[in-house]
Every structure is written in C-alpha cells, then in structure tokens.
C-alpha cells in the first residue's frame, strides 16, 4: 500500500554537523552531501539530534540549512530539522527551511516542557497550518521526555501535510498501531530496528550509521522491497553489532563522530556539553570498525 509521505521511504542519513575550530565547517558539510549521493541514499537530514542542533545558534541552524540545500541543488531530498519546544520558533524554522529549498521538515516532539497530548497535536497542527511543506514528526521520548501517544500520531495523519513519522520509541507495539490505523509513512529512528520496523510496515529509516555505511543500509532496505529476506536479514545482522557499538559507547553524536574521524572523513570536532571518546574507547570504535571491513 501507498503511503503519505512515500517519497520520503528509503534511506535517509541524519547528517552530522562538521566544525572547524568551534564554527560550522561548510566545506566539510558540502563534501558530506556529496557522499551521501555518490553511495546512493534517498534523503539527506541535516540539524536534527545527530547534527547537534542543540548547540547550534539560530543562525548557524539557518547556515546548515541553506549549505545542505544549496548543495543538493535537487540532485537529493533534503528533510531539515526545524523543532523546538516552543511553537512559534519551530514555525520559523520551517518556514526558513522552506523558502532555502527543504523538501521537507522533521520536527521533534517539544523537549523539556512535556506537554499534553492535546498540547502535541495543537504544536504541530499549527506549524503545518502556518508552512506549507511535507512534515514528518519525529517521536524520540528517550530525548524529550514524553511520548506522542500513537492515538494522537494517528490524529495527527488527518493534516494533510504532515506525511510521515520517525519512529524513535523503541516499540514495536506503537509503531504497529500508527501502521494499522493510519497512511503515514513510518520511518525507523534506530538503526537496529529498521528491518524489524520494515517487516510491520514501516517504509525506511532516519539512520545514524548511514553517515560512514549508507550502501550497507540502502543494501539491507533495497533486498527486503525485493523480498529477498535472506539477503535482508544478513545485512541486518552485518550492520547489527556496528549500530550496538555505536549507540552503547555514548550518546549519539559522539562515536559516529569518532568512527567519521578514524575513517578521515571528519576531524571527531563536537561542541560542549558532548564530548570526545576517551583513548581506549576510540581504540575499541577502531577494532569494531576493523572487524567490519572498514580499515
């Protein structure tokens, strides 16, 4: 069955913010957008929780933004991270987002201040009342604090421009009712969960790995449409123990950074209150990495 938002199904890579001596590296971050469409992924991310938005001003935000965009030049999707806890803000980044080109916005549950459920699906109807752009809700509880109940995303799908969700709960349990009683596209928000995800349902991924493997990703997405499941399910476990290295040696951003950073494709720079892998750890990252077949 078709989807809402299908042409959002595929891999998109929650790109990571580069930086140069504590500012936005925008060369970097070109070269980034280039890799991600020689390997062959669908969408492209930037400023969500893997890009560090929380640190970025409002204008570095915006500057991410319009370099990813004017990059892509069409030759990728783009969908901008453009949340905020506070409704009005989340409202202009997405118009911003819109107007640099964006093919769509993701935008996180508000974070801190825990609002009702009614209060969730006021927030994000009046975004998609005020920008008309594709919308995807991004649901990460372990983040920010509070679940959108699948009920509410399932009310939420009656707004025609709100097409999809990232599905970063953790449950299975969720993501099928959203998938049952809805036409959202629902796209994993962890790796390791994406065929899982895919076997109810759900039309692709919001990846974190993708940033040093999308091939692999792309790979294990592309077999499983195919129904080829032995393939799927060697690319799930292939891509497994890499994504469980990732996620259990400290909070995302931090290993994909250092994993970018051994492989040279990003100098491992974060802004605080993140902070580097220590030696032995980074040593460990290196290991699993060699083990993969990267080095």
Not at 88 to 94: K, N, S, V, W
Request: hydrophobic residues 40%; aromatic residues 4%.
């Amino acid at each position: 069955m078709t989807t809402k938002g299908e042409q959002f199904a595929g891999l998109t890579v929650a790109l990571v913010t580069p930086f140069r001596d504590g500012a936005v590296d925008e060369a970097a971050l070109r070269k980034l957008v280039d890799f991600q469409i020689e390997q062959g992924a669908d969408c492209v991310s930037p400023v969500g929780t893997t890009g560090e938005s929380p640190t970025l001003s409002h204008e570095e935000h915006e500057q991410v933004i319009s370099t990813v965009c004017d990059h892509a030049a069409g030759r990728i999707k783009v969908m901008a991270g453009t949340g905020s806890n506070s409704t009005a803000e989340a409202i202009r980044l997405t118009r911003f987002a819109k107007n640099a080109g964006a093919d769509a916005a993701l935008l996180v549950a508000p974070y801190y201040n825990k609002p009702t459920q009614e209060g969730f699906f006021l927030h994000y109807q009046a975004i998609a009342e005020a920008v008309d752009i594709p919308l995807v809700v991004y649901n990460i509880p372990g983040r920010t604090a509070k679940n959108i109940e699948a009920e509410t995303i399932v009310r939420l799908a009656e707004i025609p421009n709100i097409v999809a969700v990232k599905e970063s709960t953790g449950s299975m349990d969720q993501a099928s009712q959203i998938i049952a009683e809805s036409n959202l596209t629902v796209l994993s928000g962890d790796d390791s969960l994406t065929l899982p995800l895919m076997a109810l349902g759900g039309r692709g991924v919001v990846s974190v790995v993708g940033n040093i493997v999308p091939q692999d990703v792309k790979a294990m997405i592309t077999a499983f449409e195919k129904g080829d499941l032995t393939a799927a399910r060697a690319q799930h476990y292939k891509l497994f123990s890499l994504c469980r290295e990732l996620l259990s040696m400290a909070t995302n951003p931090i290993p994909i950074k250092a994993a970018m950073k051994i492989l040279g494709r990003d100098n491992g720079e974060l802004r605080l209150p993140m902070t580097p892998l220590d030696a032995s750890q980074e040593q460990a990252l290196a290991e699993t990495l060699r083990t993969y077949g990267l080095l």
